[in-house]
């Protein structure tokens, strides 16, 4: 069984800092390409960060580019979003996915939607307040 779960979500102030967990189960985060996504209440699901299965290349969002950072630490096989300077639209329920069968190429577009992720978790809530 292969399943991925995410933590760390909560409040946090603006210019403040959060960090995202993704905790993988089943598979190893440094063989798969992984992301994470989000979703604004009332929004349309948006890419935010990606990591490519071999070389780890990350690729971000204009959205997010400069105040994220996407890593993964295979020892703990563990996929995290940092957040720097959130601002109030980050506000989302955040989501780590996983490519496991390999429809993404050597490379991984931020902005190319969910359909070549197939393991989703449950998701985990950030609230930056104003």
């Known amino acids: 069984q292969w399943q991925v779960v995410e933590s760390g979500g909560g409040l946090v102030q603006p210019g403040g800092s959060l960090r995202l967990s993704c905790v993988a189960s089943g598979f190893s985060v440094k063989r798969y390409t992984m992301a994470w996504f989000r979703q604004a209440p009332g929004k349309e699901r948006e890419g935010v960060s990606c990591?490519?299965?071999?070389?780890?290349?990350?690729y971000y969002a204009d959205s997010v580019r400069g105040r994220f950072t996407i890593s993964r630490d295979g020892a703990k096989n563990t996929v995290y979003l940092q957040m720097s300077s959130p601002k109030p639209e980050d506000t989302a329920v955040y989501y780590c996915a996983a490519d496991l069968f390999y429809a993404t190429g050597s490379y991984c577009d931020p902005t190319g939607g969910s359909s070549n992720y197939d393991t989703w978790g449950r998701g985990t809530q950030v609230t930056v307040s104003s």
């Open positions: 990591i490519s299965r071999d070389d780890g290349d990350t």
